[in-house]
């Protein structure tokens, strides 16, 4: 048993942390200051014993009370929408927010795990993405305020690795997905599945070419605990190799949702990565990790889940 810290506790894929870490025993401090997410994705948790929640801003100076054995630092604007409405609340907390953790975590004598992203590569110049490559990132469009706020959090955090000899992991995810993402949160999965489901178009940005590799909550989920329980530092890329254009991504929520929903389509967006596909050799053979869980399945499991949010039969 641990007593485990998750900032962004109450988000999409910090929600599905905390509760892994509550069935397998360990106690869970979930941190959130609610600007993305919601207190009802950890309602459920609040009856269960050694489940406890506090909202704050990660930005300001962190400190929990007690013994703590893990801080996992998931807290940030995660979405397009979200982090181009809040550029400077993201940058603040890619960087002051993971410095106050690392702190917490030096203080405690507890291991770092730092959420980090495929969007550090950028629009990558390297397919697919090996964690060793560095990245082809615009660091003044509209997109850096996200993308260099994980640079550096990755770059803090091995600092105080090297330095203060922290014990820290850091994982890239990969375009993660399923049940409690928000209707509105501008990633394409959810935008898709709810446009279809509401009969209303489909829309799709640029001509449909461009690809990403989608894994589904609980595999991402699984891999994170994998590196948290691990013997390696990172970076690990953990994403479903699957490489899919936007453009079969729309054909296949059509298909599940048994919608008849058109296509119309925008600009593609400053900066938007033409191609996205992690190579997971390293989380492989070092974390004997890879997904189980194929797109159309996973496209199925979150429809119907918002099929149940959204009220719709």
């Given at each position: 048993m641990a007593r485990v810290v998750v900032t962004g506790g109450a988000g999409f894929l910090g929600s599905h942390l905390c509760e892994a870490l509550l069935d397998r025993g360990d106690d869970v401090v979930a941190i959130d200051n609610l600007s993305t997410g919601s207190v009802a994705n950890v309602e459920p948790l609040f009856g269960r014993p050694g489940f406890t929640f506090a909202e704050h801003d990660v930005s300001s100076y962190v400190w929990v009370p007690g013994p703590v054995d893990a801080v996992l630092h998931f807290a940030s604007p995660a979405s397009p929408v979200d982090y181009l409405e809040m550029p400077i609340q993201t940058l603040k907390v890619g960087s002051l927010g993971?410095?106050?953790?690392?702190?917490?975590?030096?203080?405690?004598?507890?291991?770092?795990?730092?959420?980090?992203?495929?969007?550090?590569?950028?629009?990558?110049?390297?397919?697919?993405?090996?964690?060793?490559?560095?990245?082809?990132?615009?660091?003044?469009?509209?997109?850096?305020?996200?993308?260099?706020?994980?640079?550096?959090?990755?770059?803090?955090?091995?600092?105080?690795?090297?330095?203060?000899?922290?014990?820290?992991?850091?994982?890239?995810?990969?375009?993660?997905?399923?049940?409690?993402?928000?209707?509105?949160?501008?990633?394409?999965?959810?935008?898709?599945?709810?446009?279809?489901?509401?009969?209303?178009?489909?829309?799709?940005?640029?001509?449909?070419?461009?690809?990403?590799?989608?894994?589904?909550?609980?595999?991402?989920?699984?891999?994170?605990?994998?590196?948290?329980?691990?013997?390696?530092?990172?970076?690990?890329?953990?994403?479903?190799?699957?490489?899919?254009?936007?453009?079969?991504?729309?054909?296949?929520?059509?298909?599940?949702?048994?919608?008849?929903?058109?296509?119309?389509?925008?600009p593609l967006p400053v900066d938007d990565p033409t191609q996205r596909r992690p190579d997971i050799t390293l989380a492989r053979e070092r974390l004997g990790w890879e997904p189980t869980v194929d797109l159309r399945q996973g496209l199925e499991r979150t429809a119907e889940w918002f099929r149940r949010a959204l009220d719709i039969t």
């Open positions: 993971t410095h106050n953790c690392l702190g917490l975590s030096k203080a405690k004598g507890a291991r770092f795990l730092l959420a980090s992203t495929s969007e550090v590569y950028g629009d990558p110049q390297v397919h697919p993405q090996t964690e060793e490559y560095w990245g082809h990132v615009n660091p003044v469009g509209p997109r850096g305020v996200y993308d260099e706020s994980k640079r550096f959090a990755e770059a803090i955090t091995m600092a105080y690795h090297r330095y203060h000899g922290l014990d820290v992991r850091i994982v890239r995810i990969f375009n993660s997905y399923g049940p409690r993402m928000r209707a509105h949160d501008g990633r394409v999965v959810s935008n898709f599945l709810v446009q279809a489901l509401q009969g209303k178009p489909l829309t799709m940005f640029g001509d449909g070419g461009q690809t990403r590799s989608f894994c589904y909550v609980d595999d991402e989920v699984r891999g994170i605990l994998a590196l948290l329980d691990g013997d390696i530092v990172g970076p690990v890329n953990i994403g479903n190799p699957g490489e899919f254009t936007i453009r079969q991504l729309a054909e296949m929520v059509l298909e599940v949702t048994g919608s008849d929903s058109d296509v119309v389509f925008e």
